[in-house]
């Protein structure tokens, strides 16, 4: 492997964006933050917009650095947020910021599309994915129905990642995917469906042409050039949407793994060859979303550090720092009480806190009083939902799951950590806390030939952190505390 070789990753998340420089070297891969900035949402006239012009200048400011430093970058790779989209219009501008995900126009969209455009079961049996109001289907169709005047003058609809990439190459693609996300995509043919485009007024003229990650999209244009004062550098398509590329850079030694993406929110799933769709995955709401080298990402959503963190905000009494706050939680009585955290209740409530009682209430159990027993709980009752998700992958994966691989920034996070190993019987691996990062980079790195597949990619990134591991422990407590959570849950849903 060539020594000192630095590409340059932009990882882009919906309230903050990095630019980060990587480097291959003796079988490692190393990282630095270069620059990082706030990704803001404009308010105006009743919508919530991207600001892709600040995206795409704070890339520039990054680029710029590169060339003051005078750091030899291979190449450029871009990775965001999913299912937003810019339009193009016929004489190559981008019509206007793109809406964000958050805006309220989608708001009814799915249920109305189903009851008078196309059936809910007829669009999951087509893309295998779960349904959020904000995916590009709901969108457009929202679009089309306010007769959006971006889209009615639209040539060319470019999801977020490639839109960034189009402004800093003139070339404009679909890359694999960020595409997936999109609720437009058939994860069995791995095109775009006609019936679903046809069903929003689209056609599939009206997107790039369909790349894989790892693929050059082309080089950085002579006005791009002149601006940063680099030379001809490459663009790679690496993974667009962002949990593709973190899930690329688990460390796993084979097929027979879980992953955990552990942030906010928690994504776990698993890595298949084929899509999984079924009617017990469309019960379950899993999702079948594009991984690297021709994968499926299946996977499900399910609320994360989300709750802890909204208490955090309200606890005025509690230590501000995390490890003194969970070692008092610790401390307190286990399994006194539990929720589930993808109940409704904490979708969004007015106060975490006061939620969190009142399904304890509702429940018959006892009400946790201060934050100490609070977060306590809320560190049991997600290990015990992710042993719920657990099963139901081991059900419909075609593989044994020998392992789960805990990724983000939740893989700092021990206490929970051990208690996902407690609770699923498994032995759980911790680490990259930069799995994006790393993911965008790798593909870079294979794009240019330093890798040559995704287990050599694995295989770097093990040998290059150190993984924590923990092993299962207290079996008979969490086989009890698990029956318990499962009455419980079905108590409340009555």
Request: aromatic residues 10%; glycine residues 8%; negative net charge.
């Amino acid at each position: 492997m060539e020594s000192n070789k630095y590409f340059f990753a932009v990882d882009l998340g919906a309230t903050s964006g990095r630019t980060i420089i990587g480097s291959l070297t003796d079988n490692k891969i190393n990282l630095e933050e270069l620059t990082r900035f706030n990704n803001n949402l404009i308010q105006v006239s009743g919508h919530f917009y991207w600001d892709i012009y600040a995206l795409y200048f704070e890339i520039i400011k990054g680029l710029k650095e590169v060339a003051h430093r005078q750091i030899p970058i291979a190449s450029i790779g871009i990775d965001t947020w999913g299912v937003d989209f810019v339009f193009v219009g016929q004489d190559g501008a981008l019509l206007r910021n793109p809406l964000a995900y958050r805006d309220p126009h989608t708001f009814g969209m799915m249920e109305e599309y189903f009851s008078k455009v196309v059936s809910k079961d007829s669009v999951y049996k087509t893309t295998g994915i779960q349904f959020m109001n904000f995916n590009s289907l709901f969108q457009l169709y929202a679009m089309k129905r306010n007769s959006d005047s971006a889209l009615a003058n639209a040539d060319k609809i470019l999801f977020v990642p490639d839109a960034l990439s189009y402004m800093l190459t003139g070339k404009m693609v679909c890359e694999y995917t960020i595409a997936s996300t999109s609720q437009l995509l058939d994860p069995r043919t791995k095109k775009l469906d006609e019936t679903l485009l046809a069903s929003v007024g689209m056609s599939r003229r009206r997107f790039g042409k369909m790349v894989a990650p790892a693929t050059l999209i082309g080089t950085i244009t002579p006005e791009v050039q002149e601006i940063t004062g680099l030379g001809e550098i490459p663009v790679i398509a690496v993974a667009g949407h962002d949990t593709a590329s973190a899930v690329a850079a688990v460390p796993a030694a084979n097929e027979r793994f879980a992953y955990l993406s552990s942030g906010t929110w928690s994504l776990m799933g698993i890595e298949t060859r084929n899509a999984i769709i079924n009617d017990l995955s469309y019960e379950r709401n899993f999702t079948n979303e594009g991984g690297i080298e021709g994968t499926t990402r299946f996977l499900k959503n399910i609320c994360g550090m989300w709750i802890y963190e909204r208490c955090r905000k309200e606890w005025k009494d509690a230590p501000e720092s995390h490890t003194e706050l969970q070692a008092e939680a610790m401390r307190q009585p286990a399994f006194q009480c539990m929720i589930n955290p993808d109940d409704e209740m904490f979708a969004n409530p007015t106060s975490m806190v006061e939620a969190i009682r009142e399904y304890c209430r509702k429940t018959g159990q006892y009400v946790p009083q201060g934050y100490a027993e609070i977060c306590r709980c809320i560190f049991e009752s997600l290990a015990l939902r992710y042993r719920q998700v657990f099963g139901y992958l081991k059900e419909m994966a075609s593989f044994p799951l020998d392992v789960l691989h805990i990724i983000g920034g939740g893989s700092l996070n021990n206490y929970l950590n051990q208690f996902t190993a407690n609770s699923l019987g498994v032995t759980v691996l911790a680490g990259p806390q930069e799995g994006t990062a790393i993911g965008n980079i790798m593909l870079q790195a294979k794009a240019s030939g330093d890798v040559s597949d995704i287990w050599h990619m694995r295989s770097i990134i093990a040998n290059s952190i150190e993984l924590k591991k923990f092993e299962p422990q207290d079996k008979d407590v969490w086989d009890a505390a698990y029956d318990r959570f499962l009455k419980i849950s079905e108590i409340n849903n009555n």
